[in-house]
């Protein structure tokens, strides 16, 4: 890890545990450190965030520079970090330093699927005695890489799975272990900021929309298109009942029946195939630390570009579709 500096930062105000005027009152930092040393616990918190960012091994270590700047307000006894790489092919790295990590994470040849960081750092606040352990562990996943590696079990399935749900999974997970919130509640924030200044990809807001009427395509296809043949079927029931016969009442009911049917199940068809193209679309979400990267998020954008064509298609179809059974009705009713 980078050299950290320590230093000693007189408290300003102190926040008072029992009467202010008491003897006995303390501050409230150092009744935190007082429950640590008795009972050896420490608290957590965690956050998590599903920013659709585009990582690279600069922002990495854009994010290391600041924690390590962010420690110069603090008495630093030691101070360790350690970065774990996973690849899509279940293989993994680890690396105990960032110039490691920034020589050796992008030379693997694999598309990243998961980054981990992991500080461990000790503080001697002002007013304590006993070094206080900080452990900061920050997640970051490659929605793209998890998604694409789905994609294939997804495509067996007899039923579609929206794969825009996957958008609010976290990409960030920060969680720290501490003895005072305070200083959490400083590494939390830098985490945060540098979270802000990422890359980020986008989606047309149109699409997002969209996207979660995908769900009720089946039924309004197979339904929409049942109810035009019908409307049309009912049209066609003067011409065919001037002049009341059985043979001419058998082949209407006959012709209506495979007519309407016929309606029913296109809808369906063209309804279902829209709906799985608008559920493959999402918005991409990459670790891009080397050409591996680069291509997978390449062929997952053509991918979600060709499911935006094709779902328009399959709308654009059902409208013509859906004035085209007016010429089509007309010619199987004058048979």
Not at 9 to 25: H, L, T, W, Y
Not at 62 to 91: C, G, K, M, P, W
Not at 242 to 249: D, F
Request: net charge neutral; charged share 15%; glycine share 4%.
């Amino acid at each position: 890890m980078s050299e950290l500096i320590a230093s000693e930062m007189p408290e300003s105000s102190n926040v008072i545990v029992g009467e202010e005027n008491s003897n006995q009152a303390i501050s409230f930092k150092l009744a935190q450190a007082f429950y640590n040393e008795i009972t050896g616990k420490s608290e957590r918190i965690a956050e998590e965030f599903n920013t659709s960012f585009i990582l690279t091994m600069e922002n990495i270590n854009q994010l290391h520079l600041r924690i390590v700047q962010s420690t110069a307000q603090y008495n630093v006894i030691s101070a360790n970090a350690s970065f774990s790489v996973e690849y899509v092919n279940d293989s993994s790295e680890r690396f105990s330093s960032i110039e490691r990590f920034m020589m050796h994470a992008g030379a693997k040849g694999r598309a990243v699927e998961e980054v981990a960081i992991s500080y461990n750092i000790l503080v001697v606040l002002p007013q304590t005695r006993k070094p206080q352990e900080y452990r900061l562990n920050i997640l970051f996943a490659s929605r793209t890489a998890k998604i694409e590696g789905m994609k294939k079990q997804i495509d067996d399935m007899p039923f579609s799975i929206p794969l825009w749900q996957f958008e609010n999974k976290f990409t960030c997970r920060a969680s720290i272990n501490f003895v005072d919130i305070t200083v959490a509640n400083s590494f939390m924030s830098v985490v945060k900021n540098w979270l802000d200044c990422l890359e980020v990809t986008s989606l047309n807001p149109i699409l997002k929309f969209i996207r979660y009427l995908s769900g009720y395509l089946p039924l309004l296809g197979q339904y929409g298109l049942l109810m035009i043949g019908a409307i049309y079927t009912n049209s066609q029931m003067n011409q065919y009942f001037q002049e009341p016969a059985a043979s001419t009442t058998a082949s209407f009911i006959l012709l209506a029946f495979i007519f309407n049917f016929l309606m029913f199940r296109l809808g369906r068809f063209i309804g279902v195939k829209s709906e799985r193209h608008l559920d493959f679309i999402y918005q991409i979400s990459y670790i891009n630390f080397s050409g591996a990267d680069k291509k997978l998020a390449t062929e997952s954008s053509t991918s979600v570009r060709t499911h935006v064509a094709k779902s328009i298609v399959y709308i654009v179809f059902s409208i013509g579709l859906a004035v085209a059974a007016n010429w089509l009705s007309k010619y199987v009713f004058g048979i």
